[in-house]
């Protein structure tokens, strides 16, 4: 069981560094029926991501913008989503201890609690989660 957090699904649909990185674990996770799992808030989280190349900083135009919107909302449709109440507690607990968001927090607690990888490329995240030994992919 794999969990994905927002940084690295926006790079399965925006052409940033590490994604073609990210779209070959992607398809290697896929072809082999990997378990792939993410928590509701991720959607927003990585729609406003978008939303940020497209509109705030303008490194990808609005079309791109909205075409990575419906290549994101596609792929959404195929993972398992795992509400955020069943971990909301831990994951608070966490980002005190952590000094980490609620939001990454969240990513950490659900792979915590299934004993699942992690598969993330913010950097604050990564170390967050070697110090509780969970492992970070990439």
């Not at 299934?114 to 170390?127: H, P, Q, V």
Request: proline share 1%.
């Amino acid at each position: 069981m794999i969990v994905l957090d927002a940084s690295f699904l926006v790079k399965l649909v925006i052409t940033e560094e590490g994604s073609d990185k990210a779209r070959k674990l992607m398809r290697l996770w896929v072809s082999s029926g990997e378990h792939l799992v993410v928590t509701e808030q991720a959607l927003l989280e990585a729609l406003n991501a978008i939303w940020k190349h497209g509109v705030k900083t303008g490194e990808i135009g609005e079309r791109e913008a909205l075409e990575a919107a419906k290549d994101l909302i596609e792929i959404w449709s195929k993972l398992d989503v795992i509400p955020v109440s069943g971990t909301v507690h831990e994951a608070f607990r966490l980002a005190m201890e952590e000094r980490i968001t609620v939001y990454d927090a969240a990513y950490l607690s659900l792979a915590m609690s299934r004993n699942a990888g992690l598969a993330t490329f913010d950097k604050e995240l990564s170390k967050a989660a070697s110090r509780k030994r969970v492992m970070t992919i990439p």
